[in-house]
């Protein structure tokens, strides 16, 4: 792959992650809002990787096989890692040297994938769509999925007004480019897939900030509460979901 066939944006993203993002302070800021979520995260992906068991895999990334695929025990007939950096690129070559899984990674613009129609029956990626040219991006998966194929992302939401500002003063974290998903994102989402969406931390947000400063341990009664709280307020007003920081979305193609 050479730099004329990679789009502009997808340069500026290689450009900040070969870098590196200044995240190392700003996640410990954050670090005790997703613990519980994480736990339900985790099983999850677990309980749905199981489909992958076997099968085709693309990674939209090449991090998170380690946890997800490698961690449950996961063993694809394939897996194929693509990142746009080649910075990730080498790490995730370097963690494979230990592991059972070994991917194929390759330097590649998720905007363009370099595999043929219905190549794979599972894609996925983490925090990884709010990088790309979505609808592009969205059309690619589609392509590369084999009939009845299935994918399992998790993104960061855009629409609550508080994470705008958050986002808006730490510039520093994130690349130009990138963009939560918004409702529009969402509904692109639906118009492709049979979709089972969990989302994760709201009030989660501010109490797990607090209980940084006030305990060691993320797993405390501060946290257990504002967990439970997220989960019983999903339940009971369906539209606060939107105003929560992140979602998995599970999917079947349509």
Known sequence: MTESQISSRALREQEAFDEGLQRDGYMEVFDHTCHLFLRRRDQLICDELQYAQGK?????????????VEGNDIRPANLHCINISQEEIDQG????????????FYLMDA????FEDDSFDFVYGCAILHHLDYGRALDEVCRVLKPGGRILFVEPLGINPVGKLVRAITPFARTVDEKPLMFAELAELEKKFHTRHYYEELFSVPLGVISGFLFDNADN???RFAFNLDLSLNRA????RYLFRHVLVIGTLK
């Open 56 to 68: 085709d895999v693309l990674e939209l990334g090449s991090q998170s096989w380690r946890a997800w």
């Open 93 to 104: 070559k370097e963690s494979s040297r230990d592991t059972k899984v070994k991917p194929n």
């Open 111 to 114: 905007n363009c994938l370099e």
């Open 221 to 223: 009664w501060l946290t």
């Open 237 to 240: 007003f369906p539209p606060l």
